[in-house]
């Protein structure tokens, strides 16, 4: 699921995670979905904290890196997101 936050200034953000009942991943990402950083909580963790544009939730452990890319590409008006390696290929 992917979070809008602030297109143009990244800010702090919580999540609030204690009904969450498996583990997830968190991107938080800058304005040109440039990853900041990554949270990795196990289930019931009450809050997650994070300066961000967007915010990515994804499966826990889901084993990307700060240094992957994510290319968002518009297609008949959805969105259909891709996670690229380092260098560049998908």
């Not at 143009?8 to 919580?14: A, G, I, R, S």
């Not at 204690?18 to 990402?29: E, Q, T, V």
Request: glycine share 4%; net charge negative.
């Amino acid at each position: 699921m992917l979070f809008y936050i602030n297109e143009f200034e990244p800010e702090e953000t919580v999540f609030h995670t204690h009904n969450c009942h498996f583990p997830i991943d968190m991107l938080f990402l800058d304005d040109n979905f440039k990853i900041l950083d990554i949270k990795t909580e196990q289930p019931e963790t009450d809050n997650i904290r994070g300066v961000a544009s967007y915010v990515l939730e994804l499966k826990g452990n889901s084993g990307i890196s700060k240094d992957a890319d994510i290319d968002l590409d518009d297609k008949d008006s959805n969105y259909v997101m891709k996670m690229l390696a380092p260098d560049g290929s998908t």
